[in-house]
Every structure is written in structure tokens, then in C-alpha cells.
């Protein structure tokens, strides 16, 4: 049974004119990585916030249709019980780190003491996730002291901290540089392993096809389409909903274009090599 | 006409050393990309050019003026900077206020303001936004809004910092078509990204920085294609020439069509 479900979800915030969801229906199921992509204003971050539960208990606006947790409807779940389930990162940490916190570590914390886990067991959460996440050397700093990029990694510390078998993930790495960004990606895919549900909204494309196991594309407010990750995104015409495709995909389409075609598009560069080697050696 | 950057070191107040002997110059017309990880150095280097940041050693002359003689108005007269988070630099209720406003402190003339001001929206496709409060536009178009207003002031040089962060497909494309224009139009384009396929895209040279300074100033060939410096300046090979090493082809591919060409 999938875990969230919507169907035909439309959504307006208050005091606007436009839908920023239009008859939204699509599931997650428990265990799997999924990637939202596409254009910026397309209803991505809206989602996540539907799927968190944010839409309807703290935007108002107007909902339609369903919106079910472990087949619950969203309206009538306890906002905390939902935050046990569901974690959310967002996109912009100055948002989310509370800024009543001295220090990082009490930042990190501050999810676990709301929910009145045990101080023992508090303290290992805490440290484990700072090392984890490469901010041991700052738990005594204050956060709002820190540079955007280590401010990304105390905002996803204090989330990982709980510990939710899901986690809504808005672009984690918008302030990091290559390494950081790879970083994270590690860190998310750890998160895989220990059958968690991700749901990850991110433009790098060439990480999303790395690392997820089903992509969504938005485009005003709807997904227009979505599927097993290597099926939506070897496909050129996303780029004609403002969505990129991987670089290697694109090499894919010109080996074709120019009569030299591979046995498949590649949406990796593993995949890329493998199809460019087994084409050498016809 | 020049940038040039000479013996130049930084040292923040607090007496952190950010940058050590740096030594560069950027020709009029030239379009550079400069690349490193977080904390190289890089947006202290770009604050230098345009007089924000002044070398405690060496020198920063802007076509032949000192920046140690002049203001920085003066400077970034000549050398316009978007900040990389536009919320540090946009003050105004309005995106058109924010983007008339340097044109107007400059007392020009109406016309001279709106087509200043045309040039600048036309550029950063923000046509539609231009009456909302910047804070109501989205974070990715909040920075063309910066953009744009550093583009009205028509500096000489201009500087934009991690310019694609965040940015969809439609914004990386007004951005690639944006150096193309600026640079046309005889703006010159310096750019700090993290984003290789968009420094390769569309940068003719490229500056890698590592440890307070520059590891390397050449080529996209000369630095995607430097193992050691890629690996100093923690940066990656753009994906067609991760593909090309990794199928042990020479010849320093980089580009999508020398590669199909190529097979």
C-alpha cells in the first residue's frame, strides 16, 4: 500500500489567484527515493508541503480532493503525530533553524527534546548525527553564526536527529559546492539504505539520476509525468516542460542524431560507458 | 582597459587571511569563470575588483585607477557585483524601484532611464514581476531582480556570483544567453560558479583557486583537463570529459559534439 497518496489535489494559497496544485494524483511508497524536478514556480515546494501536512494545518487556502497518510486523510491527522512520521527540510535553513538555539548542538536537539526522548538517549542522537554530517567541530558554535552551507547541514542534522521513516527533502544543497552537494547525496543514500522513504525535490539532475529510484516532473502546477527514474529522464522532450535532463542523456540523443546511435540513453555515466563501450565493440 | 590584480592580500578584520599574493588581470571583453570550493577565496577576490574589499598588500587598479585612491562608489562604478544571496543587495519596494534606482542616482535623464532599465529587464526576463514587491518574488527570480539592477547601472565589468544556484532550466538559459548579450554589448562578464557545465558552456577562461589563491588561470582545456588541479581546487571534470577520460580518448574533450564527432 503506498504510504502517501493523492488524488486530483488541487491547492490555492490565500489571497491568490492561481492554483499553485492542479489535479495532482501520484503515491509514495515506502522504502523508495523519489526526486521531484522541474521548473521553479511549478508547484514542487507546494507539494512537499501538502505531503507534510503544512497545507491544510498551517496554510489556509483552499484544498481539494484527498490527500491520505497510511490512508489517513491529512485533515484529520495531529500535526505532531505527523511530525514524528514525516521530516521536513526546507529549502531556505535561516527558515527552519529556530534561532532560539545558543548552540548547534542545542539546535540539533531541539526536535528530540519536543518530543521527550530520554536525555541518554538524546545526547547519542545528537552527536552521532553531528559527526555524520561533518558539523562535530561546530556544536558549540552558534548557528546563526555559521555559513550558509554549514547552516544547510545543521538544518538537516536536526531533521535526521528524528529519526522519521520519511523525509521531505527541498533543495538541501542549493548553498553548497560540489563537494558539499556530494556530501549530502552520501548522507541521503544512507538514508535509503536504512529504508527510509525520501521524497527529494532537487535541479542537479545528474545526482537525481544517480541516486532515486522514481522522479516526478512539475510544470505549473501539474506532473506531467512520472515513472522509474531511467524512463522519465532519458526522455528529451522534459526539456520542453523547462526540466533539464543529465548530460549524458543529451550526449545519448546526439549519438542518435548523428546515425551513431547507442543501444539505449544512458542517464548516468555509468551507464554512458557501458553503452559506449559495448557500441565500440559491435 | 583592464582589471588587474597585483602581489594583492586580504586580510579580514578579525585578522583571518583570506587571500595571499594574488596576481590576475582581466582584459576588456574577456569572459572568465572563476572556480573552487567554499572558502577558497573567490568572493573575497571578486570584492576586491569592485573596491569593497581592499588589499591590505599589493594593488587593485580598475583601468588604470588604484582602488586605494578612489571610493568605492567609484569603483563599482565601473565594476558591478551581484552578491550571490540577493536579499543582501535588494532594498526597494519594487523591482522596477530597485532597478531604476542606480540609473536615477546617476540624475540621467528619463529616457536614458528606461532604456537602461528596458535593456536590463529585457536581459533577465523579469518583464512580469516588475510591480511586485522583490520579497513576493520567488528566491530564483529575486535574483535576476539583482541581476537586472546591476545591469542597469551599466557598469564595465560585471561580476556575478554563483549566478545558476537554484536555478531551473528556463533561468540557466536566460543566464548563458545573458553572458552572450552582456558581452556583445561590450560588458564584460566575470562569474564565481560551482556549476562546471555552465563555466564550460559558456566561459573562455577559467580560474581555479584553492588555499588563498590561484592554483590555475587558463583554458577550460587547461584546467577541466589538470587532474591535479581538479583535484586541488575539489572540482570535477564537466560530464563529456569524465566520459572521455574514462574511455582513455586524448585530445581534451569537453564539449558534446567533439565527443559524438570523435566516435
Same mark, same amino acid.
Given at each position: 500500500m503506498a504510504f502517501i497518496e493523492l488524488k486530483d489535489v488541487s491547492y490555492k494559497y490565500p489571497y491568490t489567484k492561481d492554483y499553485a496544485l492542479q489535479h495532482v494524483t501520484c503515491s509514495f511508497e515506502k522504502g523508495k527515493f523519489y526526486g521531484i524536478i522541474g521548473e521553479n514556480g511549478g508547484g514542487k515546494t507546494t507539494l512537499c508541503n501538502v505531503i507534510r501536512g503544512l497545507i491544510p494545518h498551517f496554510y489556509l487556502g483552499k484544498l481539494e480532493g484527498d490527500v491520505l497518510v497510511e490512508g489517513k486523510d491529512i485533515r484529520d491527522w495531529d500535526t505532531a503525530d505527523l511530525c514524528s512520521k514525516i521530516g521536513f527540510v526546507f529549502q531556505n535553513p535561516f527558515t527552519q533553524i529556530s534561532g532560539i538555539k545558543p548552540t548547534v548542538f542545542e539546535e540539533v536537539a531541539i526536535g528530540l527534546e519536543n518530543l521527550g526522548v530520554p536525555k541518554q538517549e538524546m545526547l547519542e542522537r545528537v552527536t552521532n548525527v553531528c559527526e555524520q554530517l561533518d558539523i562535530g567541530h561546530l556544536i558549540k558554535n552558534n548557528p546563526n553564526e555559521l555559513s550558509g552551507g554549514q547552516r544547510q547541514r545543521v538544518a538537516f542534522?536536526?531533521?535526521?536527529?528524528?529519526?522519521?521513516?520519511?523525509?521531505?527533502?527541498?533543495?538541501?544543497?542549493?548553498?553548497?559546492d560540489p563537494e558539499g552537494t556530494e556530501s549530502v547525496f552520501n548522507i541521503i543514500n544512507t538514508l535509503k539504505h536504512s529504508n527510509k522513504t525520501i521524497i527529494l525535490v532537487e535541479h542537479k539532475i545528474d545526482l537525481i539520476a544517480e541516486f532515486c529510484d522514481e522522479v516526478l516532473v512539475m510544470e505549473n502546477g501539474t506532473v506531467v509525468c512520472s515513472g522509474l527514474t531511467k524512463e522519465i529522464l532519458s526522455q528529451r522532450s522534459l526539456m520542453d516542460h523547462n526540466a533539464a535532463i543529465p548530460e549524458v542523456a543529451k550526449f545519448g540523443h546526439a549519438m542518435a542524431d548523428a546515425g551513431k546511435p547507442l543501444a539505449e540513453i544512458p542517464v548516468t555515466m555509468e551507464e554512458a560507458l557501458k553503452l559506449v563501450k559495448e557500441r565500440s565493440a559491435r | 582597459?583592464?582589471?588587474?590584480?597585483?602581489?594583492?592580500?586580504?586580510?579580514?578584520?578579525?585578522?583571518?587571511?583570506?587571500?595571499?599574493?594574488?596576481?590576475?588581470?582581466?582584459?576588456?571583453?574577456?569572459?572568465?569563470?572563476?572556480?573552487?570550493?567554499?572558502?577558497?577565496?573567490?568572493?573575497t577576490c571578486?570584492?576586491?575588483?569592485?573596491?569593497?574589499?581592499?588589499?591590505?598588500?599589493g594593488d587593485v587598479i580598475i583601468d588604470g585607477v588604484n582602488t586605494k585612491d578612489v571610493t568605492v562608489a567609484t569603483t563599482a562604478r565601473k565594476v558591478g557585483y551581484v552578491f550571490q544571496n540577493p536579499d543582501e543587495q535588494i532594498f526597494n519596494n519594487t523591482a522596477r524601484a530597485e532597478i531604476e534606482f542606480m540609473p536615477r542616482y546617476y540624475k540621467l535623464d528619463e529616457k536614458e532611464v528606461k532604456e537602461r532599465v528596458d535593456y536590463a529587464v529585457k536581459i533577465c526576463d523579469i518583464e512580469?514581476?516588475?510591480?511586485?514587491?522583490?520579497?513576493?518574488?520567488?528566491?530564483?527570480?529575486?535574483?535576476?531582480?539583482?541581476?537586472?539592477?546591476?545591469?542597469?547601472?551599466r557598469p564595465k565589468y560585471i561580476v556575478l556570483d554563483e549566478p545558476t544556484a537554484g536555478q531551473d532550466l528556463h533561468g540557466t538559459r536566460t543566464l548563458a544567453n545573458m553572458v552572450d548579450q552582456l558581452t556583445k554589448d561590450g560588458?564584460?562578464?566575470?562569474?564565481?560558479?560551482?556549476?562546471?557545465?555552465? @563555466?564550460?558552456?559558456? !566561459?573562455?577562461?577559467?580560474?581555479?583557486? +584553492?588555499?588563498?589563491? =590561484?592554483? *590555475?588561470?587558463?583554458? @577550460?582545456?587547461?584546467? !577541466?583537463?589538470?587532474?591535479?588541479?581538479? +583535484?586541488?581546487?575539489? =572540482?570535477? *571534470?564537466?560530464?563529456?570529459?569524465?566520459?572521455?577520460?574514462?574511455?582513455?580518448?586524448?585530445?581534451?574533450?569537453?564539449?558534446c559534439d567533439e565527443l559524438v564527432g570523435r566516435l
Open positions: 542534522a536536526s531533521i535526521i536527529a528524528m529519526d522519521t521513516e520519511t523525509l521531505v527533502i527541498d533543495e538541501p544543497t542549493s548553498q553548497l | 582597459m583592464a582589471i588587474e590584480i597585483k602581489n594583492a592580500s586580504f586580510r579580514y578584520p578579525n585578522g583571518f587571511v583570506a587571500l595571499e599574493n594574488i596576481n590576475l588581470t582581466i582584459h576588456e571583453g574577456e569572459k572568465v569563470a572563476i572556480v573552487g570550493q567554499n572558502g577558497a577565496g573567490k568572493t571578486v570584492k576586491m575588483m569592485n573596491g569593497l574589499n581592499r588589499p591590505f598588500e512580469k514581476y516588475m510591480d511586485i514587491n522583490p520579497y513576493e518574488i520567488p528566491y530564483p527570480i529575486r535574483k535576476f531582480v539583482a541581476i537586472a539592477a546591476v545591469i542597469a547601472s560588458i564584460t562578464v566575470i562569474t564565481i560558479t560551482h556549476d562546471m557545465e555552465f @563555466a564550460v558552456q559558456n !566561459f573562455d577562461r577559467v580560474i581555479a583557486m +584553492a588555499h588563498k589563491n =590561484i592554483i *590555475k588561470d587558463g583554458t @577550460a582545456q587547461d584546467i !577541466f583537463w589538470d587532474d591535479q588541479i581538479l +583535484a586541488d581546487a575539489r =572540482i570535477k *571534470k564537466p560530464a563529456m570529459g569524465e566520459l572521455a577520460k574514462q574511455l582513455g580518448m586524448d585530445g581534451r574533450i569537453l564539449f
